[in-house]
Each structure stands twice: as C-alpha cells, then as structure tokens.
C-alpha cells in the first residue's frame, strides 16, 4: 500500500534549470496539493486540483505549474529555478474536502544554487 | 488573508510532564481544525475538529476546539521522547487549508 508518493527525495539544481517534481497515489483521492514547507514557516499551498483536469493556485503559485491528467499523477514544474525556490516540497491527498485529513508524501527536498 | 497562529513556537519540557500548545485561527468559510505531527519527514495526521467543546482523545494527546473564541489547544500528557516533533495546527475552509507556523516540542530524558 503505497499510499503517496514523491520523487526524487533529493535535488540540487543551479539557477536557471527547469525540473518536474513526481507525485503519484494509489488511494483514488480526487483532492491533490503541493505545499512548500521552508525552515520556521509551516506549510505553504503551492497548487491543488479537484480532479483530472482540474486544478487551481493556491497561496504562492510563482514559478511554478501543474498538470493534472489523470487521478493518480500530480507533478509539479519548476521553470527557471531560483534560489528562493529552495525548500522541501511535499505533496498530499484528501478523500473529502470536509472530513477528511490530508495524506502526505514524504516530500522532495530542493536546493537551487 | 486566512491566518493560523500557533503559540508557543518552542518548548523544551522533561519527560512525564504535561504540555498544552495553542493554535488561534481566523479563516474565512472555516469548516474544520486539524492537528498535525511532524518528525523528519512528512505530517502525520492527529486530530480533525468540527464541532465546539467536544475533546478528542487518542492515548496521551487529547485536542478541543472553541469555534466562539476561533482556538484550539492540543494536551499531551506523560510526556515521552517520542513526542518530540513539531505539532502542525492548520485551520481549513473548502480545498485550502491554511497552516501556523508549528509547535516544535522537545522531551528530555
């Protein structure tokens, strides 16, 4: 039961590389997300999508994209990568907007250099 | 602007001891708190509250919600090690979910 999963757990990019982090669940969650998470900050939503070809900016959407094709993919773009972009990123699920909780990846920590 | 405050940011405490750790939330269309534990990797789910004056419990941690005063506080009682981590609080309205900064909680031997 793998539950969600990102990859890769590690990055090092320099500035001005361009990168896709991979998020894929075999829960069948509609309910997709990508947060940031930098040191002291808590968690930042990024993106998020309702469904396959459905998604929507979240709180800090700049330099970044996402596609969502099917249910089970939700992968992240980061073009022209800049130090403000490193972070840890973490992905994570829902069944149900109201009531139920997030399931999380175990995230992809980025540096850009 | 959806906000989620929690308090305090840090806490160093010995193991036995009781700890409460607070989290105040202003968040449009808000429909439930949730609390969060994290160690090194991702968060791991605690607690979701719905409902005003109504404890949740799960061994040692128990949560309670105050929709009056927009808090919630997380107990930890007999505290352990293994408790040390950083708690997440995050207060969720439709498909945003807004977090506080986080807890950190240390437990000494």
């Known amino acids: 039961n793998a539950g969600v999963t990102q990859t890769p757990k590690f990055r090092i990019l320099k500035i001005g590389q361009s990168m896709t982090l991979q998020c894929a669940q075999d829960?069948?969650?509609?309910?997709m997300y990508w947060y940031r998470q930098d040191p002291g900050m808590g968690l930042k939503l990024i993106y998020y999508?309702?469904?396959?070809?459905?998604?929507d900016k979240g709180e800090v959407p700049n330099g970044y994209n996402v596609s969502r094709s099917t249910t089970e993919d939700f992968p992240l773009r980061l073009e022209l990568a800049a130090p403000s972009q490193t972070s840890v990123y973490f992905c994570a699920t829902q069944l149900d907007v109201t009531n139920s909780p997030l399931h999380f990846g175990n995230g992809t920590r980025l540096t850009v250099t | 602007e959806d906000k989620v405050v929690q308090s305090p940011l840090s806490l160093v405490v010995h193991e036995g001891d009781t700890v409460t750790l607070n989290c105040s939330y202003e968040v449009t269309n808000f429909r439930s708190l949730l609390w969060y534990k994290q160690e090194k990797k991702a968060p791991t789910f605690l607690f979701m509250l719905?409902?005003?004056?109504i404890e949740k419990k799960s061994g040692r941690l128990s949560s309670i919600l105050d929709k009056k005063e927009l808090f919630s506080i997380l107990n930890i009682t007999a505290t352990q090690t293994g408790d040390s981590a950083v708690y997440l609080c995050?207060?969720?309205?439709?498909?945003?979910?807004?977090f506080g900064k986080g807890t950190l909680l240390t437990v000494n031997p």
């Open positions: 719905t409902s005003s004056g």
């Open positions: 995050s207060g969720g309205s439709n498909y945003k979910l807004t």
């Open positions: 829960m069948n969650h509609n309910y």
């Open positions: 999508s309702v469904g396959a070809g459905i998604t």
